[in-house]
């Protein structure tokens, strides 16, 4: 018997795939082989034309060895790419006649031309081989998670909420795309001249919130934020049209609720000067005033901004503002003293 250690090894398995044979899975309807932007980071390689595309086409011409791709099997068998979007969208790409080949330095003799007017060369890319690794289906979850950071770790970093993206589709992830278009969610902490951010933060975001509100008492948060949302979001994957539509219109109903509270101060810490939108204020107000009664939260509205300020200038809530922000032991405490003075606030005591 092994003494290997269970569930802390991959179960994978080798396959070499020749190029016409990919591009047939990724155009296949439904792809069986997934090229998803979104979740990875962007097509790079067009960035200065088509020059960095072209000599990664004339190095398969040379038969240059390419490093291996890397699959996540998901429960219908298809593959999701987790490692090599930049070279098979490149291979796609060209046997979609998409581009033509410029500054070549071997194959000269090809600059400018398309895949369709290779000749005998198209027949030398279709047959030419990438090795791919493919991830089964019955690896943990978290498994695969690590090995999403481990493989993008020496290129640009994905966030966790890309891995989730990539590693989770469904209702739920599809419902945290649209929700984090909305403008207060999509520029949340941005001035006016900062670029929307681009990692899947709002996405986050919005996760936040779902996960928060469904576990007020914390009670699946075991090790820390990141695989408190990570669980959320497996459990939770396959949403109803029913659960959909709850989850949404709650969503909503908390934001409006919040900004008719609190206005202009909506999020931020109403004691400092330079006040900026903080998720610790997000993630407190959304599932505490978000979720109030309406014409509560209308009658009562100075008294909670009062009660919010009682807490921002509370010494034991800017004790758990360093450190382990995001622990569970500071999340509690800020929730319990929150709660505390809201209860006042809607009490009127």
């Known amino acids: 018997m092994s003494d290997l250690p269970e569930n802390k090894m991959l179960?994978?398995?080798?396959?070499?795939?020749?190029?016409?044979?990919?591009?047939?899975?990724?155009?296949?309807?439904?792809?069986?082989?997934?090229l998803d932007p979104d979740f990875q980071r962007k097509y790079k390689?067009?960035?200065?034309?088509?020059?960095?595309?072209?000599?990664?086409?004339?190095?398969?011409?040379?038969?240059?060895?390419?490093?291996?791709?890397?699959?996540?099997?998901?429960?219908?068998?298809?593959?999701?790419?987790?490692?090599?979007?930049?070279?098979l969208t490149t291979i796609n790409r060209f046997f979609n006649d998409e581009f033509s080949l410029e500054g070549l330095t071997i194959f000269k003799e090809l600059e400018g031309k398309k895949f369709s007017e290779l000749g005998l060369f198209q027949t030398e890319l279709?047959?030419?081989?990438?090795?791919?690794?493919?991830?089964?289906?019955?690896?943990?979850?978290?498994?695969?998670?690590?090995?999403?950071?481990?493989?993008?770790q020496?290129?640009?970093?994905?966030?966790?909420?890309?891995?989730?993206?990539?590693?989770?589709?469904?209702?739920?992830?599809?419902?945290?795309?649209?929700?984090?278009?909305?403008?207060?969610?999509?520029?949340?902490?941005?001035?006016?001249?900062?670029?929307?951010?681009?990692?899947?933060?709002?996405?986050?975001?919005?996760l936040r919130y779902f996960a928060?509100?469904?576990?007020?008492?914390?009670?699946?948060?075991e090790n820390n934020l990141k695989s408190f949302l990570d669980n959320y979001m497996e459990a939770n994957k396959s949403l109803s049209d029913e659960a959909?539509?709850?989850?949404?219109?709650?969503f909503d109903s908390a934001l409006s609720t919040c900004n008719e509270v609190f206005g202009d101060d909506v999020f931020v810490n109403p004691t400092v000067d330079r006040r900026r939108k903080g998720l610790v204020h997000y993630d407190l107000v959304m599932?505490?005033?978000?979720?109030?009664?309406?014409?509560?939260?209308?009658?009562?509205?100075?008294?909670?901004?009062?009660?919010?300020?009682?807490?921002?200038?509370?010494?034991?809530?800017?004790?758990t503002l360093s450190g382990g922000l995001h622990n569970k032991g500071a999340i509690v405490r800020r929730r319990a003293e929150w709660n505390g003075l809201l209860q006042g606030a809607v009490d009127g005591v």
């Open 11 to 34: 179960s994978l398995y080798p396959i070499d795939y020749p190029f016409e044979t990919l591009v047939n899975r990724i155009n296949s309807n439904p792809a069986k082989l997934k």
């Open 45 to 87: 390689w067009d960035k200065d034309g088509w020059v960095r595309s072209s000599r990664f086409i004339e190095s398969c011409l040379m038969r240059i060895p390419l490093p291996s791709c890397y699959f996540a099997e998901d429960e219908e068998g298809r593959h999701m790419v987790i490692d090599g979007l930049q070279r």
């Open 126 to 152: 279709e047959t030419t081989t990438i090795r791919c690794i493919v991830l089964r289906k019955d690896n943990p979850k978290s498994l695969i998670r690590e090995i999403f950071s481990r493989l993008n």
């Open 154 to 206: 020496g290129a640009v970093a994905l966030s966790d909420q890309e891995i989730r993206h990539a590693i989770y589709p469904g209702e739920l992830d599809t419902l945290l795309t649209e929700l984090s278009q909305t403008p207060d969610i999509a520029r949340f902490g941005l001035a006016e001249t900062t670029e929307p951010k681009s990692n899947l933060e709002p996405e986050e975001q919005v």
């Open 212 to 221: 928060f509100s469904d576990d007020k008492s914390l009670d699946s948060f």
């Open 244 to 250: 959909l539509e709850e989850h949404r219109s709650r």
């Open 287 to 319: 599932t505490t005033v978000g979720e109030l009664d309406i014409e509560l939260a209308r009658a009562k509205k100075d008294e909670i901004k009062q009660a919010y300020v009682a807490l921002c200038e509370s010494a034991s809530f800017q004790r």
